[in-house]
């Protein structure tokens, strides 16, 4: 058997599950998981679901099912997305000097907490291509200067089509990508602030957390779009500090924040669990 994921969102109406049942049992699938969120009459509906293709005779007919579908859709005004389970995600991770969230993603990669593979890693210093080397994936440095940007993202792009790249993790990466770049990935980048979004945007938010005496700090993975750091927002938590706490310790307990923040939005991601609608996310439990 093989197996899918199914994503829709449309506005949300009467008879919607029934039609997408009704397509999935004629085409001989079955349903092993099934999730939606409605905002109720005139809002918005979001559905995942998870079926395996059950062969009982002959071979499944991948294209029936899509052109169902696409009439379907065109019925319902309806946005949907079908992916394959067991295919691994391609990751492209971005870093800088910080190790922290690359050694979170490339453990939980490594030991399959994470259905998806690090294909190559990028950054703009010389500082972690030792660890990738010790990881054995392929490690690139790309130098970043106001004068050269748009070559540096020329070949950020070129290595993205090289190793058929799905997905782009921001891993502390301190650069900010242009809004040409970013717009050629919907929804495809992911970045980790280290700040609780919409507060302390910008380079330096644990010295505007402690220079404000905040009691509380944390991190955010978001999409990346082309304002800073303002994308759809996919995870975020907090640790409490006080008055006790200095800058130097703000960052250290922000670390351990930033790499287990991340890691769920990446697993989230990969396995077809966020929605995307405006500026906003539904994410589907596990």
Request: proline share 4%; net charge negative; with cysteine.
């Amino acid at each position: 058997m093989k197996g899918y994921r199914l994503l829709v969102a449309c506005l949300d109406q009467p008879g919607i599950i029934a039609a997408i049942s009704h397509v999935l049992a004629r085409n001989g699938c079955n349903i092993t998981s099934f999730d939606q969120y409605s905002e109720g009459p005139a809002g918005l509906f979001f559905m995942r679901a998870e079926f395996d293709m059950v062969h009982h005779s002959g071979d499944f007919d991948h294209e029936k099912l899509i052109s169902e579908f696409d009439r379907l859709a065109l019925e319902y005004h309806m946005q949907w997305r079908l992916t394959e389970r067991d295919r691994a995600h391609h990751l492209a991770v971005l870093v800088s000097r910080e190790d922290h969230c690359l050694n979170e993603l490339l453990w939980q990669t490594e030991r399959g907490d994470i259905h998806a593979e690090i294909s190559v890693i990028i950054s703009n210093h010389e500082d972690l291509r030792e660890l990738a080397e010790h990881f054995r994936i392929p490690f690139y440095y790309i130098p970043v200067t106001p004068a050269q940007k748009a070559q540096s993202e020329e070949k950020l792009h070129q290595l993205v089509r090289d190793y058929a790249i799905d997905t782009l993790v921001l891993a502390r990466y301190m650069q900010i990508l242009s809004e040409d770049f970013v717009s050629q990935y919907p929804a495809q980048i992911i970045n980790i602030h280290h700040s609780f979004l919409p507060a302390f945007v910008g380079p330096k938010p644990y010295h505007q957390a402690y220079e404000r005496g905040v009691k509380l700090i944390g991190a955010t993975a978001h999409y990346v779009t082309a304002e800073l750091d303002a994308g759809p927002i996919i995870e975020q938590d907090v640790h409490r500090v006080d008055h006790r706490h200095q800058l130097d310790d703000f960052k250290r307990i922000g670390r351990q924040v930033e790499r287990i923040v991340l890691a769920r939005a990446v697993k989230w991601h990969v396995a077809d669990r966020v929605l995307v609608y405006g500026n906003r996310t539904v994410v589907f439990p596990i």
